[in-house]
Protein backbone atom coordinates (compact mmCIF):
# COMPACT_ATOMS: atom_id res chain seq x y z
CA UNK A 1 0.00 0.00 0.00
CA UNK A 2 1.37 3.66 -0.82
CA UNK A 3 2.02 6.09 1.99
CA UNK A 4 -0.32 7.99 -0.46
CA UNK A 5 -3.37 5.96 -0.42
CA UNK A 6 -2.51 5.06 3.30
CA UNK A 7 -2.91 8.78 4.26
CA UNK A 8 -6.75 8.77 2.46
CA UNK A 9 -7.50 5.31 3.79
CA UNK A 10 -6.81 6.99 7.46
CA UNK A 11 -8.63 10.14 6.45
CA UNK A 12 -11.56 8.20 5.31
CA UNK A 13 -11.90 6.03 8.64
CA UNK A 14 -11.63 9.15 11.00
CA UNK A 15 -14.38 10.66 8.67
CA UNK A 16 -16.38 7.38 9.39
CA UNK A 17 -15.85 7.17 13.11
CA UNK A 18 -16.12 11.13 13.96
CA UNK A 19 -19.34 11.22 11.50
CA UNK A 20 -21.29 7.69 12.59
CA UNK A 21 -20.59 7.99 16.23
CA UNK A 22 -22.93 10.32 16.51
CA UNK A 23 -25.18 10.06 13.50
CA UNK A 24 -27.48 6.88 14.31
CA UNK A 25 -26.16 4.79 11.69
CA UNK A 26 -23.68 2.62 13.75
CA UNK A 27 -19.84 3.93 13.89
CA UNK A 28 -18.44 0.27 15.07
CA UNK A 29 -20.45 -1.01 11.94
CA UNK A 30 -18.98 1.23 9.30
CA UNK A 31 -15.69 1.12 10.44
CA UNK A 32 -15.62 -2.74 10.45
CA UNK A 33 -17.28 -2.32 6.52
CA UNK A 34 -14.68 0.40 5.58
CA UNK A 35 -11.68 -1.47 6.72
CA UNK A 36 -12.97 -4.52 4.88
CA UNK A 37 -13.08 -2.57 1.81
CA UNK A 38 -9.96 -0.60 1.97
CA UNK A 39 -8.20 -4.02 2.34
CA UNK A 40 -6.32 -2.30 6.04
CA UNK A 41 -5.57 -4.08 8.60
CA UNK A 42 -7.96 -5.56 11.15
CA UNK A 43 -6.19 -5.18 13.98
CA UNK A 44 -4.88 -1.83 14.53
CA UNK A 45 -5.26 -0.69 18.02
CA UNK A 46 -3.49 2.40 17.97
CA UNK A 47 -5.33 4.02 15.73
CA UNK A 48 -8.69 2.81 17.68
CA UNK A 49 -7.30 4.29 20.78
CA UNK A 50 -6.61 7.62 19.24
CA UNK A 51 -10.13 8.10 17.16
CA UNK A 52 -12.20 6.99 19.89
CA UNK A 53 -10.37 9.68 22.27
CA UNK A 54 -11.05 11.98 19.84
CA UNK A 55 -14.52 11.17 19.43
CA UNK A 56 -14.91 11.58 23.18
CA UNK A 57 -13.44 15.01 22.78
CA UNK A 58 -15.73 15.81 20.47
CA UNK A 59 -18.47 15.50 22.84
CA UNK A 60 -16.85 16.96 25.58
CA UNK A 61 -16.49 20.28 23.17
CA UNK A 62 -20.14 20.42 22.21
CA UNK A 63 -21.70 20.12 25.70
CA UNK A 64 -18.62 21.76 27.51
CA UNK A 65 -21.54 24.38 28.66
CA UNK A 66 -23.88 21.63 30.09
CA UNK A 67 -20.64 19.84 31.24
CA UNK A 68 -18.82 22.41 33.03
CA UNK A 69 -22.53 23.38 34.98
CA UNK A 70 -22.83 20.06 35.93
CA UNK A 71 -19.38 20.22 37.59
CA UNK A 72 -19.78 23.38 39.26
CA UNK A 73 -23.11 22.98 40.59
CA UNK A 74 -22.54 19.25 41.99
CA UNK A 75 -20.18 20.44 44.89
CA UNK A 76 -23.03 23.15 45.84
CA UNK A 77 -25.21 22.21 48.77
CA UNK A 78 -28.90 22.11 47.43
CA UNK A 79 -30.99 23.15 45.08
CA UNK A 80 -28.74 23.53 41.70
CA UNK A 81 -26.24 20.96 43.54
CA UNK A 82 -29.12 18.14 44.43
CA UNK A 83 -30.18 17.94 40.76
CA UNK A 84 -26.02 17.75 39.08
CA UNK A 85 -25.53 14.90 41.63
CA UNK A 86 -28.62 13.41 40.71
CA UNK A 87 -28.18 14.39 36.94
CA UNK A 88 -24.52 12.43 37.38
CA UNK A 89 -25.37 9.79 39.27
CA UNK A 90 -27.98 8.96 36.18
CA UNK A 91 -25.50 9.19 33.62
CA UNK A 92 -23.49 6.29 35.46
CA UNK A 93 -26.47 4.57 35.99
CA UNK A 94 -26.94 4.30 32.54
CA UNK A 95 -23.41 2.61 31.72
CA UNK A 96 -24.04 0.01 34.02
CA UNK A 97 -25.57 -2.19 31.63
CA UNK A 98 -22.77 -1.65 28.97
CA UNK A 99 -19.81 -2.34 31.06
CA UNK A 100 -21.54 -5.68 32.48
CA UNK A 101 -22.21 -6.83 28.62
CA UNK A 102 -19.18 -4.80 27.32
CA UNK A 103 -17.17 -6.58 29.48
CA UNK A 104 -18.10 -10.34 29.45
CA UNK A 105 -19.11 -10.38 25.94
CA UNK A 106 -16.61 -8.51 24.40
CA UNK A 107 -14.29 -11.41 22.94
CA UNK A 108 -17.88 -13.19 21.64
CA UNK A 109 -18.94 -10.08 19.75
CA UNK A 110 -15.54 -9.73 17.88
CA UNK A 111 -15.81 -13.50 16.94
CA UNK A 112 -19.00 -12.70 15.36
CA UNK A 113 -18.14 -9.15 13.60
CA UNK A 114 -18.86 -10.44 9.94
CA UNK A 115 -20.03 -7.87 7.32
CA UNK A 116 -22.93 -10.09 6.94
CA UNK A 117 -23.71 -9.49 10.55
CA UNK A 118 -23.38 -5.95 10.65
CA UNK A 119 -25.48 -5.74 7.60
CA UNK A 120 -28.06 -7.36 10.10
CA UNK A 121 -28.01 -5.41 12.64
CA UNK A 122 -28.19 -2.38 10.61
CA UNK A 123 -31.58 -3.33 9.55
CA UNK A 124 -32.64 -3.80 13.21
CA UNK A 125 -31.22 -0.23 13.57
CA UNK A 126 -33.01 0.77 10.12
CA UNK A 127 -36.34 -0.17 12.19
CA UNK A 128 -35.54 1.26 15.78
CA UNK A 129 -34.92 4.33 13.64
CA UNK A 130 -38.61 4.28 11.87
CA UNK A 131 -40.61 3.39 15.18
CA UNK A 132 -38.77 6.29 16.80
CA UNK A 133 -39.60 8.74 14.22
CA UNK A 134 -43.74 8.29 14.54
CA UNK A 135 -43.21 8.58 18.65
CA UNK A 136 -45.59 11.49 19.86
CA UNK A 137 -45.45 11.39 23.25
CA UNK A 138 -48.82 12.49 25.32
CA UNK A 139 -46.99 14.28 27.57
CA UNK A 140 -42.81 14.63 28.57
CA UNK A 141 -41.74 12.50 31.45
CA UNK A 142 -38.73 13.26 33.69
CA UNK A 143 -35.53 11.04 33.71
CA UNK A 144 -35.64 8.26 36.53
CA UNK A 145 -33.84 5.42 37.64
CA UNK A 146 -36.16 3.15 35.82
CA UNK A 147 -35.79 4.53 32.30
CA UNK A 148 -32.67 5.40 32.61
CA UNK A 149 -31.29 1.75 32.98
CA UNK A 150 -33.66 0.68 30.18
CA UNK A 151 -31.77 3.77 28.05
CA UNK A 152 -28.74 1.92 29.36
CA UNK A 153 -29.84 -1.22 27.95
CA UNK A 154 -30.33 -0.38 24.53
CA UNK A 155 -26.57 1.50 24.91
CA UNK A 156 -25.86 -1.72 25.71
CA UNK A 157 -27.40 -3.36 22.58
CA UNK A 158 -25.20 -1.13 20.71
CA UNK A 159 -22.22 -3.32 21.58
CA UNK A 160 -23.28 -5.41 18.60
CA UNK A 161 -21.67 -3.93 15.11
CA UNK A 162 -24.39 -2.71 13.38
CA UNK A 163 -26.77 -1.42 15.71
CA UNK A 164 -26.18 2.73 16.23
CA UNK A 165 -25.57 3.54 20.20
CA UNK A 166 -27.30 7.15 19.49
CA UNK A 167 -29.78 5.84 17.47
CA UNK A 168 -30.74 2.98 19.56
CA UNK A 169 -30.62 5.60 22.83
CA UNK A 170 -32.43 8.08 21.50
CA UNK A 171 -35.35 5.98 20.59
CA UNK A 172 -35.75 3.92 23.87
CA UNK A 173 -35.76 7.67 25.61
CA UNK A 174 -38.42 8.91 23.05
CA UNK A 175 -40.16 5.66 23.53
CA UNK A 176 -40.13 6.14 27.40
CA UNK A 177 -41.96 9.43 27.21
CA UNK A 178 -38.79 11.95 27.18
CA UNK A 179 -38.24 14.97 25.33
CA UNK A 180 -36.90 14.87 21.83
CA UNK A 181 -34.56 17.66 23.27
CA UNK A 182 -33.56 16.16 26.73
CA UNK A 183 -33.17 12.51 24.77
CA UNK A 184 -30.82 13.72 22.48
CA UNK A 185 -28.97 15.75 24.97
CA UNK A 186 -28.36 12.94 27.33
CA UNK A 187 -27.92 10.33 24.87
CA UNK A 188 -24.87 11.89 24.38
CA UNK A 189 -23.65 12.51 27.53
CA UNK A 190 -24.38 9.57 28.99
CA UNK A 191 -22.20 8.10 26.01
CA UNK A 192 -18.48 9.75 27.67
CA UNK A 193 -18.59 6.99 30.15
CA UNK A 194 -18.83 4.43 27.66
CA UNK A 195 -16.43 6.28 25.14
CA UNK A 196 -13.99 6.71 27.86
CA UNK A 197 -14.33 3.22 29.54
CA UNK A 198 -13.66 0.93 26.28
CA UNK A 199 -10.53 3.72 25.17
CA UNK A 200 -9.27 2.95 28.21
CA UNK A 201 -9.64 -1.04 27.94
CA UNK A 202 -8.05 -0.77 24.03
CA UNK A 203 -5.33 1.28 25.87
CA UNK A 204 -4.95 -1.52 28.16
CA UNK A 205 -4.72 -4.19 25.16
CA UNK A 206 -2.28 -1.64 23.39
CA UNK A 207 0.13 -1.88 26.10
CA UNK A 208 -0.30 -5.69 26.64
CA UNK A 209 0.38 -5.80 22.37
CA UNK A 210 3.39 -7.51 21.29
CA UNK A 211 3.12 -5.52 18.02
CA UNK A 212 0.85 -1.95 18.96
CA UNK A 213 1.37 -0.55 15.60
CA UNK A 214 0.19 -2.09 12.31
CA UNK A 215 3.77 -2.70 10.96
CA UNK A 216 6.31 -1.42 13.64
CA UNK A 217 9.06 -1.30 11.01
CA UNK A 218 6.34 1.18 9.21
CA UNK A 219 4.62 3.85 11.89
CA UNK A 220 2.10 5.76 10.10
CA UNK A 221 2.28 9.01 12.20
CA UNK A 222 1.05 11.28 9.23
CA UNK A 223 -1.72 9.05 8.36
CA UNK A 224 -3.22 8.50 12.21
CA UNK A 225 -2.48 12.72 12.64
CA UNK A 226 -5.06 13.11 9.31
CA UNK A 227 -7.29 10.61 10.48
CA UNK A 228 -7.69 11.74 14.00
CA UNK A 229 -7.90 15.55 13.25
CA UNK A 230 -10.81 14.04 10.43
CA UNK A 231 -12.65 12.58 13.50
CA UNK A 232 -12.56 15.34 16.27
CA UNK A 233 -14.00 17.79 13.50
CA UNK A 234 -16.61 15.40 11.35
CA UNK A 235 -17.47 14.47 15.32
CA UNK A 236 -18.17 18.05 16.13
CA UNK A 237 -20.23 18.53 13.23
CA UNK A 238 -22.01 15.05 13.18
CA UNK A 239 -23.07 15.63 17.53
CA UNK A 240 -24.48 19.21 16.79
CA UNK A 241 -26.66 18.16 13.72
CA UNK A 242 -27.81 14.87 15.34
CA UNK A 243 -28.66 17.55 18.46
CA UNK A 244 -31.13 19.50 15.45
CA UNK A 245 -32.09 16.20 13.44
CA UNK A 246 -33.64 14.88 16.90
CA UNK A 247 -35.57 18.15 17.94
CA UNK A 248 -36.94 17.96 14.90
CA UNK A 249 -37.99 14.23 14.54
CA UNK A 250 -35.95 14.20 11.25
CA UNK A 251 -34.54 10.66 11.46
CA UNK A 252 -36.31 8.51 8.71
CA UNK A 253 -33.76 9.03 6.32
CA UNK A 254 -31.11 7.33 8.35
CA UNK A 255 -33.82 4.46 8.47
CA UNK A 256 -33.38 4.38 5.25
CA UNK A 257 -29.77 4.69 4.46
CA UNK A 258 -29.49 2.02 7.25
CA UNK A 259 -31.88 0.29 4.89
CA UNK A 260 -29.64 0.34 1.95
CA UNK A 261 -26.22 -0.28 3.47
CA UNK A 262 -27.64 -3.42 5.49
CA UNK A 263 -28.72 -4.48 2.48
CA UNK A 264 -25.65 -3.83 0.53
CA UNK A 265 -23.62 -5.70 3.80
CA UNK A 266 -25.80 -9.10 3.35
CA UNK A 267 -24.95 -9.37 -0.27
CA UNK A 268 -21.07 -8.30 -0.30
Known amino acids: ?111 IASTQFVGAMLLITAVILAVSQKVKAAFEKPLTSGNVILIGVAQAMAILPGISRSGSTIGAALLLGISRAEAAKFSFLMALPPIIGANLLEIKDLTEASEPFVNNSHIPFFGYTVGVVAAFLAGIAACKWMVALVKGANLMWFAVYCLIVGMFALFL
Not at 5 to 15: A, F, H, K, N
Not at 53 to 62: C, E, H, N, R
Request: without cysteine; hydrophobic residues 50%; negative net charge.
Open 1 to 111: MSDAWETISYLILGLLQGLTEFLPVSSSGHLALGTSMLQLPEEDLTFAVLVHGATALSTIVVFRADITRLFLNFFKKEGEGLKARKYVGLIVLSAIPAAAIGLSMKDAIEN
